[in-house]
Nanobody
Framework: QVQLAESGGGLAEAGGSLRLSCAAS????????MGWYRQLLGKQREMVAI??????NYADSVKGRFTISRDIARNTADLQMNSLKPDDTAVYYC??????????WGQGTQVTVFS
């Protein structure tokens, strides 16, 4: 069983920055990929950024503004969000997938961007 703990959400002005962090425990569990999804009320959850063992992928809407990083030894993943827009307002969920393809989700952290 993997548990994901998120931190770093909050309020930001448009054009500002926020950094989200996620830690998977126990940190000894081999994680294949980690990333972030987001969901607006009443809408489908969408991928924001995912970093696997080789590749990383971003939603088109965040390319050039968001950067995902991972510390594989510590089973952590951060999402640096720059040039924030009001459209980035959502609940952000940390996601992790083990090498046996088991998915895990964090509880979610609210990000609100105001103009």
């Amino acid at each position: 069983q993997v548990q994901l703990a998120e931190s770093g959400g909050g309020l930001a002005e448009a054009g500002g920055s926020l950094r989200l962090s996620c830690a998977a425990s126990p940190y000894t569990v081999p994680i294949k990929s980690m990333g972030w999804y987001r969901q607006l009320l009443g809408k489908q959850r969408e991928m924001v950024a995912i970093k696997g063992p080789i590749t990383e992928n971003y939603a088109d809407s965040v390319k050039g503004r968001f950067t995902i990083s991972r510390d594989i030894a510590r089973n952590t993943a951060d999402l640096q969000m720059n040039s924030l827009k009001p459209d980035d307002t959502a609940v952000y969920y940390c996601y992790a997938e083990t090498w046996s393809d088991m998915p895990y989700w964090g509880q979610g952290t609210q990000v609100t961007v105001f103009s």
